[in-house]
Nanobody, 120 residues
Framework: QVQLVESGGGLVQAGGSLRLSCAASGGIFSNYAAGWFRQAPGKRREFVAAIRWSDGTTYYADSAKGRFTISRDNAKNTVYLQMNSLRSEDTAVYFC?????????????WGQGTQVTVSS
């Protein structure tokens, strides 16, 4: 059973930074894809960034380009989302997701989410 556990959320002032972590267990992740999504109150969940575990290819939403960086640590089975220059509109619950087939368009496993609040 694949499990994903996010951490690193919190309260930060606008312009600040946070690094989210997603620790994965219960699978062999060498061919997985991992993604970060977010959902703000009253809004639909939206894609933020994704990475292919095998070769490190990354994908970003326009809102994340230039400010967020997704990366992975193979030894720790952990995916990170470094978020810089945070804005109030980045406030949301951030979810980690994983797909065992390496797709970045759909995901089979989801974490419980971590709250990010950006104060202006």
């Amino acid at each position: 059973q694949v499990q994903l556990v996010e951490s690193g959320g919190g309260l930060v002032q606008a312009g600040g930074s946070l690094r989210l972590s997603c620790a994965a267990s219960g699978g062999i992740f060498s061919n997985y894809a991992a993604g970060w999504f977010r959902q703000a109150p009253g809004k639909r969940r939206e894609f933020v960034a994704a990475i292919r575990w095998s070769d490190g290819t990354t994908y970003y939403a326009d809102s994340a380009k230039g400010r967020f960086t997704i990366s992975r640590d193979n030894a720790k089975n952990t995916v990170y989302l470094q978020m810089n220059s945070l804005r109030s509109e980045d406030t949301a619950v951030y979810f980690c997701a994983a797909d065992p087939l390496g797709r970045v368009s759909q995901y089979d496993y989801w974490g419980q989410g971590t709250q990010v609040t950006v104060s202006s």
